[in-house]
């Protein structure tokens, strides 16, 4: 599954470019100028990791970032604030807000792109990682190739995805409701049942003889693979 960036910024030159890059490198990319926009659509599609401005209308970077690190379903999302504010102070300001890191504009690509991979290594790095491993299972994402023990497994599209989206997530529980948009999206108007189909098709293919069951169904609240 591609990364999912937000970035919260009003200088709109600064925003298209960050966007085409970002996106060139095959991250999934969405723009808002103002914090208040921002904090909505935090809400309505969770992000893998924020780029911040300090300073914007309706609701500041600052704000913004100390509203997240307060809720929780947001407090762990990474954090990359942007500023032209390049004194000490204001670092330590930022930083002590929640910010994972902190970028004094103007800045070269190059540099951008290093810290966020950075950032990303350090928080999630199985977001980045081209190869994804719980137990004997192995997911390559450049050759789409899933073993388990060393034997190919054969899946379908959504069932990979599906794979993909709970290895990279190992022993979070996971609704339906999640399910449905990380491998769906929101666009698509899905039953929830769809998720168990899945899922079932996706435990078949997994396992072969007496071969452990890795995806745990959690009662009332959804699915979950690898450690508890």
């Not at 299972?137 to 190919?152: M, Q, Y």
Request: hydrophobic residues 40%.
């Amino acid at each position: 599954m591609a990364v999912k960036v937000l970035i919260v910024e009003d200088e709109e030159s600064l925003a298209i470019m960050l966007q085409y890059n970002l996106e060139a490198r095959g991250y999934e990319v969405e723009v808002a100028e103002r914090g208040d926009e921002a904090e909505e659509m935090i809400a309505e599609n969770r992000p893998d990791i924020i780029i911040l401005d300090w300073m914007l209308p309706g609701v500041s970077g600052i704000e913004l970032c100390r509203r997240l690190r307060a809720g929780r379903k947001t407090r762990l999302i990474p954090v990359i604030m942007l500023t032209a504010k390049g004194e000490e102070a204001d670092k330590v300001r930022g930083l002590s807000t929640g910010a994972d890191d902190y970028i004094v504009k103007p800045f070269s690509l190059p540099e951008f792109m290093a810290r966020l991979k950075a950032v990303l290594r350090r928080i999630a790095p199985e977001r980045i990682s081209d190869v994804l491993e719980i137990g004997d299972v192995r997911l390559d994402r450049e050759t789409r190739l899933v073993k388990r023990g060393g034997r190919e497994i054969r899946l379908g599209p959504t069932e990979y995805r599906l794979l993909e989206f709970l290895m990279e997530r190992p022993g979070r529980v996971l609704s339906r409701e999640q399910l449905l948009d990380g491998v769906w999206g929101r666009e698509n108007y899905i039953d929830e049942r769809t998720v168990d189909v899945h899922i079932g098709r996706l435990r078949k293919a997994m396992v072969h003889g007496k071969e452990k069951q890795l995806i745990r169904t959690v009662r009332g609240a959804g699915y979950a693979m690898g450690k508890k």
